[in-house]
């Protein structure tokens, strides 16, 4: 991957401050709009049926996350992805916890069936589940796993039709055909709620500036574990408190030249 196109995309987020449309969880409502503001986005969190349709006709991109998931929203969230879909507008997706409950796999189910879903992120467990298999998950943490994720992520691609990223320790995003596997990233983002949420929101913003869907994820992907490493370097031994707050300050700060430094990543060809 030429990680010149990270930094150009990153340019394009700060130039342009695309505005990007979430429809979240009432856990990380906050530390998203932060995080997307120290990126250089636009944030908007806008649940209401009166006016989902509108706000992602007008976006770079609309961000769909389950966390919270109630009835009304549910219904927002097709409203708002169909609406973006009409107006070409990416719709990513993170279907926490689901297999936690039916009513979360259902109503994912019938997100994926009704709104046509760009890039998919989540961990192993709720992609497995979205596509109908039953990968153990515990609340909105995947279970520890020793499964293929490589050949989970191609089959929920092909399944579905559209880009997944799975994310964990090393995290992988593919169509179905090309394949990146990303390895940065620290552990300490397991000890702060919502990165999983925000990392969704950031794919958003990289995907409202880059018409390739795939590379647009994977550049996403990358700076934001590079953006952890930086933070971590840095405040880790303090504990996740004060990685929160670095967290933050890093995303706003990132350039060209940390990714180019610090980025680990392969491309595998599946077929
Ligand atoms: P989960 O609920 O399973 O934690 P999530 O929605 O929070 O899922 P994660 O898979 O935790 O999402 O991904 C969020 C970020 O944390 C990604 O950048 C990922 O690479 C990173 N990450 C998660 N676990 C680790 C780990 N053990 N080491 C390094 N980075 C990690
Ligand atoms: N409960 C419902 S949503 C949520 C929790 C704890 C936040 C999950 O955030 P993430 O990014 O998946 O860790
Ligand atoms: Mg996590
Ligand atoms: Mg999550």
Not at 2 to 14: A, K, N, T
Not at 203 to 212: C, K, L, N, T, Y
């Amino acid at each position: 991957m030429q990680l010149e196109v990270v930094g150009q995309s990153l340019e394009r987020i700060r130039q342009g401050n695309p505005l990007i449309h979430n429809i979240t969880n009432v856990v990380v409502t906050n530390f998203t709009a932060n995080g997307l503001l120290a990126l250089g986005a636009s944030p908007v969190m806008a649940y209401a049926k009166q006016e989902v349709a509108e706000m992602a006709s007008i976006a770079g991109a609309l961000v769909l996350n389950m966390g919270t998931l109630n009835e009304t929203e549910a219904e927002a969230m097709i409203l708002a992805g169909k609406s973006a879909n009409e107006h070409g507008v990416p719709v990513i997706f993170d279907p926490v916890g689901v297999g936690a409950t039916a009513y979360r796999t259902a109503t994912a189910q019938k997100i994926v069936e009704q709104v046509k879903i760009s890039i998919l992120r989540g961990n192993a467990a709720e992609i497995a589940n979205v596509i109908g298999e039953k990968w153990q998950i515990k609340g909105v943490d995947a279970a520890q796993g020793n499964q293929d994720v490589v050949a989970l992520a191609q089959k929920a691609a092909k399944q579905l039709g559209t880009i997944v990223a799975i994310t964990g320790k090393e995290d992988v995003i593919t169509d179905g055909k090309t394949l990146y596997r990303i390895g940065n990233g620290h552990p300490i983002l397991t000890k702060v709620t919502g990165t999983g949420c925000l990392l969704t929101s950031v794919i958003g913003a990289f995907a409202a500036v880059e018409s390739d869907l795939l590379l647009a994820g994977a550049s996403a992907l990358v700076c934001y574990g590079v953006a952890a490493e930086k933070a971590a370097k840095k405040s880790a031994e303090e504990g996740p408190g004060s990685f929160q707050v670095q967290f933050l300050n890093e995303l706003s700060a990132i350039v060209e030249d940390d990714v180019k430094r610090m980025g680990v990543v392969q491309i595998e060809v599946l077929e």
